[in-house]
């Protein structure tokens, strides 16, 4: 047992050739402490913007002078180009009532159904209302923000800029929250089944919880399950993701599943009611279900 944890620990988190180059610049590099889960985690921190990695976030961990040296690198190479794109949508839907946004309750029963079925594929129309329920929950995310961005601006350009610093400033606080929470599982090397898996989806709930914008985290996944349709696999346990808190919400309220309107029994309608606060503490939830 002790060598299948010590497998499974050094096979999901190795040393990146990444991080030997961001060791060579000490410059970038922050040392930083923080509280998670009731455990403290000292850490270093480098924020990059690579375009040629394809991912936002990593962890690793290094031995320097007999000492565990733990390291979370966030590439922030897309996330303008994101932050842009949310801006010109929400320039579009600017007079638009929010309820109007919103994907139809019985789309939204139909799409949950599908999911929780894990189809491999789904219809047109269900494909349109997954995009439609993701963008349903980025203007959850992000709409007020658009909104505060033209406090005092004058042109657009100005508005723009405003809304992507604050962005990147958010979403760099919840990818690192995320990263974080793979740190955990990296500290304590759990011996589990699927510990890829075990280790994303604690990263998801750390997220949700600690991110400060569970909106947002519910958003990507639901991009991620987008993304899981269109190449056939799994995206970062994407579907798992979504499926967690479908099945949570509902053994959560028995008296929904029990209702005799079938659109009393969405979860995916109950989700997007929910506050901000609600969700994040369904994240805390999950975690330490365990």
């Not at 219809?123 to 992000?142: D, I, K």
């Not at 658009?146 to 405003?162: F, L, M, T």
């Not at 053994?251 to 606060?277: I, R």
């Amino acid at each position: 047992m002790k060598k299948l944890g010590l497998y499974l620990f050094s096979l999901f988190f190795w040393i990146s050739p990444n991080f030997s180059w961001a060791l060579s610049n000490p410059i970038a590099i922050q040392h930083k402490s923080r509280m998670l889960w009731n455990q403290t985690i000292d850490y270093q921190l480098q924020i990059v913007v690579d375009a040629s990695l394809a991912y936002d976030g990593e962890s690793t961990l290094s031995h320097q002078q007999d000492k565990i040296q733990y390291h979370v690198m966030l590439n922030t190479a897309f996330l303008e180009k994101e932050a842009e794109e949310l801006f010109a949508r929400f320039a579009k839907i600017n007079s638009i009532a929010s309820e109007q946004l919103l994907p139809a309750p019985q789309d939204l029963l139909e799409l949950e159904q599908a999911l929780l079925e894990k189809r491999v594929s789904l219809s047109h129309r269900q494909n349109q209302v997954l995009r439609h329920l993701q963008e349903s929950f980025e203007f959850l995310a992000w709409y007020k923000t658009y909104q505060q961005s033209w406090k005092g601006a004058s042109i657009s350009e100005q508005a723009r800029a405003k809304f992507t610093q604050a962005f990147l400033a958010s979403r760099i606080h919840s990818i690192e929250a995320h990263e974080l929470g793979h740190l955990i599982d990296l500290k304590q090397r759990p011996i589990v089944q699927d510990f890829k898996k075990f280790s994303e989806l604690n990263a998801y709930y750390t997220e949700l919880f600690y991110g400060g914008n569970p909106y947002d985290t519910l958003a990507q996944a639901l991009a991620g399950v987008r993304d899981e349709m269109r190449q056939k696999k799994s995206v970062d346990f994407s579907h798992e993701k979504v499926l967690v808190l479908l099945q949570w919400v509902a053994n959560m309220d028995p008296h929904m599943m029990n209702a005799q309107d079938p659109l009393k029994k969405c979860c995916l309608v109950k989700l997007l009611n929910y506050k901000a606060s609600n969700l994040a503490q369904l994240g805390k939830a999950l975690y330490e279900r365990g």
